[in-house]
């Protein structure tokens, strides 16, 4: 996922071919941070066998995606598409319904939506329902949403990070099925390696090595397995920028 640089100008989807969930990015112009795993959680929708050998592929996108890109990157075996919809300076993304709605139109098997959530910012329940009130306005047809924790002005203080981050959770649940997408290094360092807060949503996880598999994986957080991985972040492909995610 990525944050929005200077005025700041997961997805979260389904993986139905992986029999789990999958994740998000933020603004794709903008550093990108670590991101690790992902685990089934609560609220799972029924997953079609659609399976390849080799895993499915993912797309994450923080900027408008044309229905000819996400049509192009499915002809390359990209199956579901995460679309940011709260970019991290604590305003809706106004491009996410109209990705949403491209996406769809390509004919991807799934499309989740991400949360880039601003702590600085404040009322976290507000974020997320802002976020779901403007995709509902708007009529976007998504799967889920995910709450991305990753270094992005959050306090050094995590006793205040744990409840903001359960401020978000427990408004987003509430609403939709819901997962996290983060890191070992980027939970530790934000809420602390042993809390547990999220254990129950699904997990996506952030390693930028170009391999598309969880050989590399390490619990953490109460997560003890993960369902998907974005594996190589900020790519342009089929005239779009993504980060590519993988699950098996």
Not at 174 to 190: D, E, F, H, N
């Amino acid at each position: 996922m990525k944050f929005d640089v200077v005025s700041l100008a997961t997805w979260a989807m389904t993986c139905y071919v992986c029999g789990g969930y999958v994740a998000m990015s933020e603004n794709n112009t903008a550093a990108v941070s670590e991101r690790e795993e992902l685990k089934f959680g609560s609220g799972k929708v029924p997953l079609p066998a659609i399976r390849s050998q080799d895993g499915v592929l993912g797309a994450d996108v923080s900027q408008l995606t044309s229905a000819t890109a996400f049509d192009c990157l499915k002809q390359k075996g990209y199956q579901y598409a995460i679309v940011r919809a709260h970019r991290s300076f604590g305003a809706v993304d106004t491009n996410a319904p109209a990705t949403i709605a491209n996406a769809w139109a390509a004919g991807l098997t799934r499309v989740d939506v991400y949360l880039f959530p601003c702590f600085r910012c404040g009322n976290a329940k507000s974020q997320v329902k802002n976020t779901v009130g403007h995709l509902n306005a708007q009529k976007s047809d998504y799967g889920m949403i995910w709450i991305d924790v990753e270094q992005h002005d959050w306090s050094s203080n995590k006793s205040a990070n744990q409840e903001f981050f359960l401020e978000l959770y427990e408004t987003a649940r509430a609403l939709k099925s819901t997962g996290v997408y983060t890191s070992y290094s980027q939970w530790s360092q934000i809420m602390g390696a042993d809390f547990t807060g999220g254990a129950s949503a699904s997990l996506w996880y952030p390693h930028f090595d170009q391999n598309p598999s969880f050989s590399d994986f390490k619990p953490f957080g109460g997560w003890s397995e993960p369902s998907i991985k974005q594996f190589q972040a900020t790519i342009k492909e089929c005239g779009a920028i993504i980060d590519k995610n993988w699950c098996p």
